[in-house]
């Protein structure tokens, strides 16, 4: 199975700047995904990473709040643009091993993110 | 368009009793996957167990088990002899081709000794 590290674990901004949430898998895989959990919700889904293109959004996120990069298949960062209290969350970072039949997606740990 | 409802907020089981958590899906995609994961109070993600929407036996893995009701879009885990490291929210979750998940709001289970 796949081990994933985000850094940092938790962090505490000041609005109006930004944070970079990095993700690193041990092993090459195909899908990366991002992920929010607001306070006491259910996870939704930011954008899917592409290596070799831009990342794929979901209704109701942009590029230019959540720019992503995926330089390669181990690797992918998450910024947080132009901060505010509502984005108080954890981020968490999900990959798709190149081995497909097990149907596991593996997650994070997160990253706990709390704006000031 | 995909969605997941779980229907219990929360639930409170005595140790040791069989628990199951309720999941029904709505989708258009012929082929797709189910999850289910464990979040502890710590946060972290743990996946329990994975259904396909055309394999032909329900899921089993240790004493997690999927019960699959195709016709009824329902995907229940059931979780067997239950302990008190159980304590946890539970999401179920689904994909259909390479999208990601989308998840339900979750189940807070509470073991009881």
């Known amino acids: 199975s796949a081990v994933i590290s985000q850094k940092p674990s938790r962090d505490i901004c000041q609005r109006g700047t930004s944070l970079t949430i990095q993700c690193q898998v041990d092993?090459?895989?195909?899908?990366m995904f991002w992920y929010r959990q607001q306070p006491g919700q259910s996870l939704t889904l930011i954008a899917t990473?592409?290596?070799?293109?831009?990342?794929?959004?979901e209704s109701g996120f942009v590029i230019d709040k959540f720019p992503i990069s995926r330089p390669n298949l181990t690797f992918s960062t998450l910024t947080v643009s132009n901060l505010s209290p509502e984005d108080s969350s954890i981020y968490l970072c999900?990959?798709?091993?190149?081995?497909?039949?097990?149907?596991?997606?593996?997650f994070g740990e997160g990253s706990r993110l709390t704006v000031l | 368009a995909q969605k997941i409802t779980q229907t219990q907020p929360g639930m409170f089981v005595q140790e040791k009793e069989a628990v199951t958590l309720d999941c029904t899906y709505d989708?258009?995609?012929?082929?797709?996957?189910l999850f289910w994961y464990k979040q502890p109070s710590s946060g972290e993600m743990i996946f329990l167990i994975y259904?396909?929407?055309?394999?032909?036996q329900n899921a089993t893995e240790g004493r997690y088990s999927l019960n699959f009701q195709k016709a009824r879009k329902s995907a229940n885990l059931v979780i067997s002899a239950s302990q008190l490291g159980d304590s946890a929210m539970y999401f179920c979750?689904?994909?259909?081709?390479?999208?990601?998940?989308?998840f339900g709001k979750g189940t807070h289970l509470i073991i009881q000794p």
């Open positions: 999900s990959a798709e091993p190149r081995d497909r039949n097990t149907g596991e997606l593996f």
């Open positions: 092993s090459q895989v195909t899908m």
């Open positions: 990473a592409n290596q070799g293109s831009e990342a794929t959004y």
């Open positions: 989708t258009s995609d012929p082929s797709y996957g």
């Open positions: 259904q396909g929407s055309y394999d032909q």
């Open positions: 979750a689904m994909r259909g081709g390479a999208d990601g998940l989308t």
